[in-house]
């Protein structure tokens, strides 16, 4: 079965600052992953994702993900942090059955 | 634009009353799929369709039930039997590949 931990509920950077965000993975088989991102009271917006192909992936608004089969990770990344990522995160693998199994979010905070 | 529509973004019912949720895709999906968002528990998946006139049941399908008689709609109805109703509700579709989803605004149900 699958299923997602994602590491820290707050996360808290100052702006400019490296933003990472933690996600470990546990699938059965090879794993699609991906991040979205949610805005208060607004729907889920995807970030990126990785369906086998290159391990760097590279997704909107300056943010990445690295895939490490090794670690069972996929942390997204974004080298200096806005005001305007203030969010909360998902990160979610599809299981056997093209369902999602979404961790239980991370909020970013950024700090002036 | 293609998208996913939701309707009504915020909605007030009372307790014993049954009320449906309105979920609109004009990205010609053949997937779609409802969840239910609570406060650090991330997203549960209610019920999910794959094809017309067809869907199975999700994680915590108790209490809600659903149609697809287009491939466009997907309503969702939370019954009276629903215990804790009061939740934010989220739509999704998927294409062909079945990877990614996409969401649609969200309904954020209130009963009292």
């Known amino acids: 079965a699958q299923s997602v931990t994602q590491l820290g509920s707050h996360v808290s950077v100052s702006e400019g600052a490296l933003v990472l965000l933690r996600c470990n993975y546990s699938s059965s088989v090879p794993p699609y992953l991906f991040w979205y991102v949610q805005y208060p009271n607004q729907g889920l917006q995807l970030l990126l994702k990785y369906t086998s192909a290159a391990t760097l992936v590279k997704g909107i608004n300056g943010f990445e993900a690295e895939f490490k089969k090794s670690e069972t990770s996929f942390h997204l990344t974004k080298p200096s942090a806005h005001m305007s990522d203030a969010a909360e995160y998902f990160c979610?693998?599809?299981?056997?059955?093209?369902?999602?199994?979404f961790g239980s979010g991370t909020r970013l905070l950024v700090r002036p | 634009d293609g998208g996913i529509t939701q309707s009504p973004k915020y909605l007030f019912r009372k307790e014993g009353q049954n009320v449906t949720l309105s979920c609109e895709q004009n990205?010609?999906?053949?997937?779609m799929y409802w969840y239910r968002q609570d406060p650090g528990q991330g997203l549960r998946l209610i019920y999910y369709s794959q094809i017309v006139n067809d869907f199975q049941k999700g994680d915590i399908a108790e209490g809600y039930s659903v149609s697809r008689e287009k491939k466009e709609s997907f309503p969702l109805t939370v019954t009276s039997a629903q215990k804790n109703p009061t939740a934010f509700y989220l739509c999704?579709?998927?294409?062909?590949?079945?990877?990614?989803?996409?969401f649609g605004p969200g309904t954020r149900l209130t009963v009292t």
């Open positions: 979610a693998v599809r299981d056997s059955s093209y369902k999602l199994i």
């Open positions: 990205l010609n999906h053949d997937a």
């Open positions: 999704a579709s998927s294409g062909e590949t079945g990877y990614e989803q996409y």
